[in-house]
């Protein structure tokens, strides 16, 4: 993962911090891991948290399906300084009963909000479709996207949890971070 946080601070001539220190689960100390990124892209602030936490059982077995083992923890805010005011929205994946019924959908994924021309700028996004692919085919993976107004800024929070790390998971939800500040200043 520093390899990418690294491109990252490159690309987007951001700040850069990585911390190590150990954790205790019980047993032993093992390695936790911080990176903290964050950058300005036109009116936004983009922050990303990410934290890993080595297991003692980092393979899984089949006995415990990885229950146990490594975790990846990433939160990404994407703060958009805006004089309008913007319409909440949340983005889930799809139910199981939506998934056994309706089993060629156009969108992997549901999304709430009450404004069409926001909600077809979601479903049109790439990069969005990019990350719901990856819950397709990790069901670990399930983030939980929501951007809302909060205190006078538009504020979209991501946060998700993994077993594996998946930098193409944070290379797509930083590309839409960025296309939800290119989309809030048209």
Known sequence: ?????????ENENAEFLKSEKKWWNGH???????YHLNY?????????HYEFRQSEFSKPSMIDGGAFGDRH?????????????????????RGILA???NRKPDLNYVIKCNNENL????????????IFTIVENSP????LIEAKMKNGNYELNIMYNTQQKNENALNSINEFCKNLIDYCNR
């Open 140 to 143: 670990e993976f399930s983030p």
């Open 40 to 48: 300005k892209y036109l009116n936004g602030k983009i922050i990303i």
């Open 73 to 93: 923890n990433c939160q990404v805010k994407c703060k958009i300084e805006i004089d309008k005011s913007f319409l909440n929205f949340s983005i889930s994946e």
């Open 99 to 101: 998934k056994l019924f």
């Open 1 to 9: 993962m520093e390899n990418t946080f690294t491109k990252l601070k």
């Open 119 to 130: 909600k077809n700028f979601l479903k049109r996004n790439q990069n969005l479709k990019d």
């Open 28 to 34: 032993a100390y093992l390695p936790l891991k911080n």
